[in-house]
């Protein structure tokens, strides 16, 4: 059974850095394609960024692009996001998800694993 685990969310001050993890367990995720997406309140969930667990190819949604990075540590089966330059409207629950396809996907759907979140608020 896949578990999907996040943690570093918290309170952090506009313009301050935090790094959230995500360890998963439960099979092999070398085919798999990770991604982080956040929720707002009264907000869709929104793509934040992915990287292929094989190759390792990130990408970003428009929002963060320059201002966060994921990646991953294949030993501790662990996807980090480091969040640098953080603003009020990063506010929201992020989510770790996991796609067994292995392709890139910005929508929620195609992900067949999440995990159960972890706020992030930023205050101005």
């Known amino acids: 059974q896949v578990q999907l685990v996040e943690s570093g969310g918290g309170l952090v001050q506009a313009g301050g850095s935090l790094r959230l993890s995500c360890t998963a367990s439960?099979?092999?995720?070398?085919?798999?394609?990770m991604a982080w997406f956040r929720q707002a309140p009264g907000k869709e969930r929104e793509f934040v960024a992915g990287?292929?667990?094989?190759?390792?190819?990130?990408y970003y949604g428009n929002s963060v692009k320059g201002r966060f990075t994921i990646s991953r540590d294949s030993a501790k089966n662990t996807v980090y996001l480091q969040m640098n330059s953080l603003k009020p409207e990063d506010t929201a629950v992020y989510y770790c998800?996991?796609?067994?396809?292995?392709?890139?996907?910005?929508?929620?759907?195609?992900?067949?694993?999440w995990g159960q979140g972890t706020q992030v608020t930023v205050s101005s």
């Open positions: 998800a996991a796609d067994p396809d292995g392709i890139l996907s910005t929508g929620p759907n195609d992900y067949d694993y």
């Open positions: 439960g099979r092999t995720f070398s085919n798999y394609y």
């Open positions: 990287v292929g667990w094989n190759y390792g190819g990130t």
